[in-house]
């Protein structure tokens, strides 16, 4: 198994009583724009997930998010790992007595605001996990100018 993760893409990310997230105004695989020059929405988030191998724990992740009319990433985080020990501990723990754990999942929540959307193209999320030449792909999110 290679690492890999999704996406939601949505106008909101609210935290909830007893850890839950709410998604709201999510989006099904296409945005739908207006015919503009630049379009702006006050507010757009993406909560993304990174899976990996237990047996391969985070050292790094950086996620980058990519929009339309731009080459480069809009936006670069570091998203907080567990110390390596930590990890290893958490795995080895939960082999005792029962089958080992199979993944080990980060997530973060990105949120833009205001979002400059510059016109149709792709709303992409990728991660560099330690420190990997290639870029993991998280999703992405198509955005059409609506007729």
């Not at 990996?52 to 050292?59: I, L």
């Not at 939960?94 to 605001?113: C, F």
Request: net charge negative; hydrophobic share 40%; charged share 20%.
């Amino acid at each position: 198994m290679s690492r890999y993760g999704y996406s939601i893409f949505c106008d909101d990310v609210r935290n909830e009583v007893g850890g839950k997230l709410s998604f709201v105004g999510c989006y099904n695989a296409v945005m739908f724009i207006p015919r503009v020059t630049s379009f702006f929405l006050p507010k757009f988030c993406i909560h993304t997930h990174i899976v990996s191998p237990a047996a391969e724990p985070f050292r790094s992740i950086y996620v980058r998010c990519y929009a339309p009319g731009s080459s480069e990433p809009i936006v670069e985080e570091l998203i907080d790992t567990p110390a390596l020990s930590d990890q290893r501990r958490l795995v080895s723990e939960l082999e005792t007595g029962r089958e080992a754990p199979k993944i080990i999942v980060a997530a973060a929540s990105i949120i833009l605001s205001p979002f400059e959307i510059r016109g149709p193209g792709l709303i992409s999320m990728r991660a560099v996990v330690d420190d990997a030449r290639d870029e993991v792909s998280l999703g992405s999110l198509r955005v059409v100018v609506a007729d």
